[in-house]
């Protein structure tokens, strides 16, 4: 424990000198920033884990000092050896050759035009592991692994620049902690990724999507969702953010049982989703995760269906230009409940999640399960899309229940979520509906408040699901005609027994408090009576001014 904290310090400092070399050339806080932290940081994860695979499988190669003249020298004089070196190693291992490695570019950082060769060698890794690291887009095109290194636009600083970081990259190392990392500690890298991109995780004016899902939700909805022993099963997020509902899912089944799948609009969201992927050790799904609009352009939907879904999707947004285009017969079996309509004077405040919601359970499997996070205002609704929705949860024997959790749980909104927990194969006489949101406490984070599940919290919700069990102000079990006398409701609170307590009084005592609201209420009306004659004669002063 204490050389995960060690190391979680370490490889924090180490993003943060990446920031402060930014800030250092005037690109703090920039719009280009977090593409060159997440591809910097990137560059040195992927090189790190090429220098510990090829010590494992080459001990001879191990000498750190002379690890950099070694591997020249076996690529060098015999290329074939090389190539077959290459072609052992896992998949979620990059293919580099030795003058793309960090220590070989610290070595030559004094030559003439070091960022063009920066620049360069990023360039020619991209395209060498473009089979493995490339995200497509709809339309077949490629996004490569490392963009253009060309941000500074004073082209005397670019080499220092780039010296800069090559230099703060040279320093760390993680090869000592991949030891660790094999044996499937993922809660490292899953700190270090939300410390990664915690100033980069929105889009100014715009909420595609959640790019970070707190952990505590994260891991609720995988223990819930991942039940026994699970294989070969494919897990699927239509709006993924950054992946981590994706990975926490993936994990609690297991990297090699599963295949995961994503889709989402946003270049930036699909790069973090990537970067997440890699330090995961997942990389395996990385050609599936395409960069698409889910709802209009679905890349998977006619191809496949899932058997895990998870998503936190956005909850509004003006999706007034291609609504229209929505309106069809290709997707009118997929938009059961209909299509919110535009808001001429809010466009913006169109309710996007409802089709997230019919998408993704029109794309289950039949023995699918899912989790979607909604505006708590959702789950009561009394007409409209949401009713509809409810309704055929509830009918078809969907419904597996429902978690409501606490305020301010995500710290990029205020808005009241539930979680909704589907499962084909659920039935209709024991569904769950959970309000956790008297649980948690509140923290300060920056400028906002957040409330966060103590690890005891989690476990609580948790197993009161599974256990399928009646808690006092915390769960309660129903069945499909309970939840329709409520008019389709799913909130808890509405099926909470009522309980009134009853006090033995003798009839002195009853005569005796009594008599005292008698004598405080005759108190209060002479105290009123006195009051209103006071303004009276202060109205009737003021009429002869």
Known sequence: MTHDITYTT????????????????????????????TQVFLYKFLNDKFRFEVKR????????????????????SDIDQYELLMDLLDENVPRLK???????????????????TFDDTLRDISIENADVFSIKSSSGAKDTLFDKFDYIKDTSQRDDFCKALINKLFEFSFEESFEDYFAGKYDFFKDIFEYLIKD????????????????????????????????????YDPSVGSGSLLMSLAHNIGDDRCTIY???????????????????NLTHSIPNVIRTNTISEPYYLEKLKFDYIVSNPPFK???????????????????FAGIPKVKPKEPEKMEIYLLFIQHIMHSLSDTGKAAIVVPTGFITAQSGIERKIRERLVDKGWLQGVVSMPSNIFA???????????????????IVLMDASKLGETVKEVKNQRTKLTPDEEAKIVNTFHNIEVVEDLSVVVNADE?????????????????????DITPEAFADKMNGFESRLAELFKEGNKLDAEIQKQLKGLRYE
């Open 10 to 37: 370490k490889t924090k400092q180490l993003i943060d000198s990446l920031k402060s070399v930014c800030a250092n050339y005037g690109l703090g806080n920039d719009g280009d920033e977090y593409k060159i932290i």
């Open 57 to 76: 499988l080459r001990p001879e190669l191990v000498d750190n000092k002379e690890f950099y003249r070694n591997l020249k020298k076996l690529y060098d």
């Open 98 to 116: 030795p003058h793309q490695l960090i220590s070989h570019l610290y070595n030559i950082q004094n030559s003439d035009d070091f960022a063009k």
């Open 200 to 235: 980069y995780n929105s889009d100014a004016g715009r909420t595609y999507a959640e790019y970070y899902t707190p952990n505590a939700v994260a891991r609720i909805i995988a223990n819930i969702l991942v039940e026994g022993d699970v294989k070969k099963v494919r897990c």
């Open 262 to 280: 994503s889709e989402d609009i946003s270049q930036k969201s699909s790069t973090l989703m990537r970067l997440n992927l890699i330090l995961n």
């Open 317 to 335: 947004l003006n999706f007034s230009d291609f609504r229209e285009n929505l309106d069809t017969d290709r997707f009118k079996e997929r938009f």
């Open 412 to 430: 990029s909104t205020s808005t009241n979520v539930s979680v909704i927990f589907i499962d084909k194969q659920a039935g209709k006489e024991r």
């Open 483 to 503: 939840i329709k006398s409520k008019n389709y409701s799913f909130s808890a609170g509405q099926y909470f027994e009522v309980k009134i307590e009853y006090v």
